[in-house]
DNA sequence: CCCGGCTACCTTGTGTAATAAGGTATCACG
DNA sequence: CGTGATACCTTATTACACAAGGTAGCCGGG
C-alpha cells in the first residue's frame, strides 16, 4: 500500500474544503481536480464520507444541479463556519508542515527542494 | 481531540526516522526533541510501537547504553537501507505539501506564511 | 528499609480515517 | 435492450496515533 495514503489522512477534509472554498463543485469533479494538482490517489470512496461529514458539520451545503450527460450532480458551496474551520486548519497545516520541513531539513543540513 | 494528531498520521514514523538519522537517539529523548521542533504533541505510547516497527522493517538498530541516573537507554541508529526510505518518504512528503499547499493556496489567491 | 519521584522502557484498548470493492441510477448510442 | 460513461453512496478492512496502564532502575528523605 502507499504510504502517501497515510500522509493524507487528516488532510484530505481540508483540502476538500479548500477546493470548495474557490469555487462550488462535486465529488466526481473533485476527484478530476485533485489529481491535477498533484494529489493523484484520492479515489472516489474517500471523499463522498468525507463530504457528508463536512455538511453534517455545516461547513459546507450541498445542492443539486441538473447535468446535461448523465445524473444530476451534488455541489457544494462553503459556508461561514467552513471559511473559519479552512483558515484554523491551513494554520494548522502550516505550522506542521513546517515542523516537519525543520526535522526533515536537519537530516542533511538544509535542503529540501 | 486534536485534529493535528490525525495529521500526523503516516508522518511520524518519518519524523522519527529523520531523527535518527541526524544522530542517535532514544525514545524517552526523542519526544522533547520533537516538543522542541514544533511536534509538540508527540507521546510515547505512539513512538514506541513505531520504532519497533521501524527496526522490524531495518531502517534502524537498536542497541542499549547505560545511563547514569536510571535505566539503561534503548539508542537507535539509522541503517543504510534507512537512509534510502528517508529519502524517498521526504520526496513524497514534499510532494504532498506542495499539493496541499497549492491547494490551499488557492481559495484566498496565494497567501500562506 | 520503604516510599515517592524521575528516568526509561513497553503493551493493550479505543477512536479516527482512508481504501477497496461493490451497489444504484441517469443519460446516450446502437 | 445492452453497454459505457457519468455520478452518487455504502460496507468491510486495514492502518495508525493516543490514552492509560504496567514494569523497572536509580536517588533522596524519613
Redesign the interface.
Known sequence: ME?????????LD??LL??I??EPSYGYEMVDK?QQ???ELVSEGSIYPLLSRLQKKGYIAGYFVESAGGPPRKYYRIEKSGRQQ?AD??E?????????????D??NGGN??
Chains 1, 2 share one sequence.
Open positions: 504510504h502517501s495514503s497515510q500522509l493524507l489522512k487528516g488532510v481540508m483540502v479548500a477546493l472554498a474557490e485533485l494538482k498533484g494529489l479552512l486548519w491551513s494548522e497545516w502550516n505550522r506542521l508542515s513546517a515542523g516537519v520541513g525543520g526535522v526533515l536537519g537530516h529540501h527542494g
